[in-house]
């Protein structure tokens, strides 16, 4: 019987960054994917970017960036669009029915921010520390993450721990009096949550999303995401990585509290030292694992950890290339953002409280040629049931209409979390694997007991975007995880 050194279950990006890594020291890995491809759910992506540029350098990885100016455009009804462009050098304005004056506060706040999101950066790459551990090491990590919030100065650590509890509307509003600058903050603060703009702890959300993308809030750095993939694959397959695709994991196997191998779906069993899940922290816990080994306040904090997804994929294909009214064709390579202002967002949210959709549909979206690919918010997960899926295309649709003049769509494509949560086996169909909330990062992710991707059972690890640092295609979490595995082998 074939015994590798380790199993990774789920052929996600983080589980082929972990791969890469052990492969490295020389591990003999097998990766199991369910599905016919590697990616998981960065396949439902547009683009890939937020990846680390740390491992692109550590792996070598061979993938070029789109070198193509990148805009965000926020719609306006009156069809006066927001243009702008974001580097490391700041916000550049094209376009905008904004005042100078509100320009001039929009870029003041966004460096407050990069500024107060510098003193987490450097945490989003090393393991988080446990609380009370007594370990020296987890005692310097705290006190590092302290002394960067006080190298800020006074007023600066002051400001941070002011606003880090505070909603993302309260913010807006007592900066900024333009609404549709108000609505494109409040739009990425609440990204891929189920946070409104007036929930608390929403400003936290766009720091932490900042700290991961180096100080950037609008991801205009892109690399096309087959390609990542495509040479992640290739990266583990030229290292030795053996990857056994439209494999199911029926459940991790383990002998006296310590993994001994994993039962395919087919009663196959393969063995292995150590086991790293890329699944969802509920799947690994209380299906592939299964509650007999764990203890009842686990399994407690298992099942209350929050993982309900209210973000569904949209493709339309259409049959010539959109044009967007009022956008000059040098800046149609962008990301058209529909948040006009802070009330529309939240009532938006507030139809998803009760696992329905707002008429007030909130969207970002990508032209690819004759397709148009759009996430929208606040379609919730919801069990034992399911949205009108005609309703919703045709609320969008409406919508789109009034921006884009030769809209004819012959086909439509629409997958809801319930169909994510199928398709990728993704408990909730949430695309971080599990909410993004104050008790649910950092040290606290995904929860006590599991949040150094670690687990109750020896040489069991999680690397899937339901651990530290969470989601976005940054490929830290599968880092991160590796580096762990290495040192715990040692």
Not at 146 to 170: P, S, T
Not at 246 to 254: A, D, G, L, R
Not at 401 to 409: E, Q
Request: glycine content about 6%; charged content about 25%.
């Amino acid at each position: 019987m074939k015994k590798y050194d380790v199993i990774i279950i789920g052929g996600g990006h983080n589980g082929l960054v972990c791969a890469s890594y052990l492969a490295k020291r020389k591990y003999k890995i097998l990766i199991l994917e369910k599905n016919s491809e590697v990616g998981g759910l960065a396949n439902c992506a547009n683009f890939a970017n937020s990846f680390s540029k740390k491992i692109i350098s550590d792996l070598n990885i061979d993938i070029p960036q789109l070198n193509q100016n990148s805009y965000i455009v926020s719609l306006n009804p009156d069809t006066n669009h927001t243009i702008i462009e974001e580097s490391q050098n700041g916000i550049i304005f094209h376009n905008s029915s904004a005042t100078k004056e509100n320009q001039e506060k929009f870029k003041i706040l966004l460096n407050k921010y990069k500024k107060f999101s510098s003193s987490l950066s450097q945490f989003m790459n090393q393991t988080p520390p446990r609380i009370k551990s007594g370990v020296f090491q987890d005692t310097l990590k705290l006190m590092k993450m302290g002394w960067n919030v006080r190298k800020l100065g006074k007023k600066n650590m002051r400001e941070f721990l002011r606003v880090i509890g505070l909603n993302i509307a309260d913010e807006l509003e007592d900066n900024l009096s333009d609404d549709i600058l108000r609505g494109i903050l409040s739009h990425e603060a609440v990204l891929g949550t189920n946070l409104g703009p007036r929930s608390p702890g929403s400003v936290l959300t766009l720091l932490y999303k900042q700290a991961i993308n180096n100080g950037l809030v609008f991801d205009s750095e892109k690399y096309n995401i087959n390609d990542y993939i495509s040479s992640l694959e290739k990266i583990c397959i030229d290292s030795g990585v053996e990857i056994r695709k439209n494999i199911s994991v029926n459940k991790i196997k383990i002998i006296e509290n310590r993994v001994s191998g994993v039962e395919l779906d087919h009663n196959e069993i393969i063995n292995a030292n150590i086991i790293v899940s890329n699944a969802d922290p509920k799947k690994t816990y209380l299906e592939l694992l299964g509650p007999e080994p764990l203890d009842t306040d686990f399994i407690r904090r298992t099942k209350n950890f929050r993982s309900k997804g209210n973000v569904a994929k949209l493709t339309l294909l259409l049959n010539e290339k959109p044009i967007v009214n009022n956008i000059d064709k040098e800046k149609a390579n962008a990301r058209y953002i529909f948040a006009p202002n802070i009330n529309y967002v939240e009532k938006s949210f507030n139809s998803s409280k009760y696992n329905n959709f707002s008429e007030n549909l909130c969207f970002e979206f990508h032209i690819l040629d004759k397709q148009l690919k759009l996430n929208l918010y606040y379609i919730p997960y919801i069990k034992n049931s399911t949205h009108d899926k005609e309703k919703i295309i045709q609320q969008c649709q409406n919508i789109l209409k009034k921006f884009i003049g030769n809209l004819n769509i012959t086909n439509a494509e629409l997958l809801t979390p319930n169909d994510i949560s199928n398709k990728y086996n993704v408990s909730g169909g949430h695309w971080n694997h599990g909410e993004f909330e104050i008790d649910q990062m950092l040290m606290m992710r995904p929860f006590y007991g599991s949040a150094q991707y670690q687990t109750p059972i020896k040489n069991l690890y999680l690397c899937s975007a339901g651990t530290h640092p969470g989601g976005g295609i940054t490929g830290i979490n599968g880092q991160n995880a590796a580096k762990k595995i290495i040192e715990d082998q040692r």
